[in-house]
């Protein structure tokens, strides 16, 4: 069963304008959920994860357990945020490091 | 420091053939990851190593997968009787820090 759901395969905006990337999630238990990111010819990197509510290069994400949704927001985009997204979760189970599940991705560009 | 290398970074094989795919990770993470980039499909776990075991092996497609690491560090995947559906990158990953992984580059595997 999917675990991540990533709606849009591919996003555009111009630069400047407000960018929001989506994510839902089906998980019963308690799950860390990640956003992370690779640019043109790049290793996949964390961008960022939930529980530390940090922002990274301007983006945020808040994880709302009532929707089961982890969306990530930037107000203002940059043509360097170009890159594939990916929102993953992986499984809380104490110390175990678990498996990630990934979403498909969405291929974000954005436009002079 | 190093990051997570693997090699090699591009491998074209016949099909039929068998395959080794290599994973250096960072020195002293305890696990490592393998993953499976394909287009359209996103990132695809395969299997999981902690230490030298492999506690969750349930992402491997198939019985003609098979992974081994020794001495607590390198990982070899070996993909035998190659199929043109196993064209894809290849992703490592490891771990030391829990829920933070770091990504190899990958290898892009292509059956002819």
């Known amino acids: 069963a999917q675990r991540v759901t990533q709606p849009e395969k591919l996003l555009s905006v111009f630069k400047g304008a407000p960018v929001e990337l989506k994510c839902n999630y089906s998980?019963?238990?308690?799950?860390?959920l990640f956003w992370y990111v690779q640019y043109s010819r790049q290793r996949l990197q964390l961008l960022l994860r939930?529980?530390s509510r940090e922002s990274i290069k301007g983006f945020t994400a808040d994880l709302n357990k009532g929707e089961t949704s982890f969306h990530l927001k930037k107000p203002f985009a940059q043509e360097e945020d170009s890159a594939m997204y990916y929102c993953?979760?992986?499984?809380?189970?104490?110390?175990?490091?678990?498996?990630?599940?990934f979403g498909r991705g969405t291929q974000l560009t954005v436009w002079p | 420091g190093a990051g997570v290398s693997q090699s090699p970074s591009n491998k074209v094989t016949e099909k039929g053939k068998d395959v080794e795919l290599r994973c250096d990770p960072i020195?002293?993470?305890?696990?490592l990851y393998w993953y499976r980039q394909s287009l359209g499909q996103g990132l695809e776990f395969l299997i999981y190593f902690q230490g030298n075991s492999a506690p969750d092996k349930s992402g491997l497609p198939s019985d003609r997968f098979s992974a081994e690491r020794t001495g607590g560090s390198v990982s070899t995947l070996t993909i035998q009787r190659t199929q043109q559906e196993d064209s894809a990158v290849y992703l490592c990953?490891?771990?030391?820090?829990?829920?933070?992984?770091?990504f190899g580059p990958g290898t892009r595997l292509t059956v002819t």
């Open positions: 998980y019963s238990g308690s799950p860390e």
């Open positions: 939930h529980i």
């Open positions: 990953a490891s771990s030391s820090v829990q829920f933070y992984r770091y």
């Open positions: 020195s002293g993470h305890t696990a």
């Open positions: 993953a979760l992986t499984e809380r189970r104490g110390s175990t490091l678990g498996r990630l599940y």
